[in-house]
């Protein structure tokens, strides 16, 4: 089945800027989206088509894409940055809707 | 402002039927160009989408999954549901039901429940 590859974890300090990748093979024909997670909370899209910020969403999230690679960029970490993020795209027919399995960020 | 709550049984015994409802509250259920999906999340794990839901009651889901479960909407009720038959402890998950944006490529997944705890144990 198909998958999308994220790093397990990422570690920055605080005013730092963090870079989290999203790899899969049909991601140059797909749009993908993030989520951010904090402990007993939903998942909250944080990144829309490739690089969009929904309305709330600070501007230092971004997201931009390369080939296979997608990237949420996080400037300017902040504590409250410290969350679980999920990619998410679709197979190649777009017949499933994927998540990847998730980077955990950490703001040390 | 968009609300999306799920209800049901916290606890499921293995083999057993799970059911679970969505109300959404906020807005209309038939409201395009929106459709209507579960995803689950087991402990420690990344989210799975399950199936989703239109309005008129066409349904699509993941393909190792879909023999097992059944998504239904009720638009007079503004609720959608889940059942998933012959549950085991593998179906142990934080279940969420979300609006899902169409019309893209792919789909994605704009506001969210808050989730429900299914446990499924003796």
């Known amino acids: 089945s198909y998958e999308l590859t994220q790093p397990p974890s990422v570690s920055v300090s605080p005013g730092q800027t963090a870079r989290i990748t999203c790899s899969g093979d049909?991601?140059?024909?797909?749009?993908s989206y993030w989520y951010q997670q904090k402990p007993g909370q939903a998942p909250l899209l944080v990144i829309y088509?490739?690089?969009e910020r929904p309305s709330g969403i600070p501007e230092r999230f971004s997201g931009s894409s390369s080939g296979t690679i997608v990237t949420l960029t996080i400037s300017g970490v902040q504590a409250e940055d410290e969350a679980d993020y999920y990619c998410?795209?679709?197979?190649?027919?777009?017949?499933?809707?994927?998540f990847g399995g998730g980077t955990k960020l950490s703001v040390l | 402002q968009l609300q999306l709550q799920e209800s049901g049984p916290g606890l499921v015994k293995p083999s057993e039927t799970l059911s679970l409802t969505c109300t959404v509250s906020?807005?209309?259920?038939?409201?395009?160009?929106?459709?209507w999906a579960w995803i689950r999340q087991p402990p420690g794990k990344g989210p799975e989408w399950i199936g989703t839901?239109?309005?008129?009651?066409?349904?699509y889901f993941k393909s190792s999954l879909r023999s097992r479960f059944t998504i239904s909407v009720d638009t007079s009720k503004n609720q959608f549901a889940l059942k998933l038959s012959s549950v085991t402890a593998a179906d142990t998950a934080t279940y969420y039901c979300?609006?899902?944006?169409?019309?893209?490529?792919?789909?994605?997944?704009?506001?969210w429940g808050q989730g429900t705890l299914v446990t499924v144990s003796s």
């Open positions: 979300a609006r899902q944006v169409g019309g893209y490529v792919p789909d994605y997944f704009d506001s």
């Open positions: 906020g807005g209309s259920i038939s409201s395009r160009p929106y459709y």
């Open positions: 839901v239109y309005f008129t009651g066409s349904t």
């Open positions: 049909a991601l140059p024909k797909k749009y």
């Open positions: 088509k490739d690089k």
């Open positions: 998410q795209s679709a197979d190649f027919n777009n017949t499933s809707v994927v």
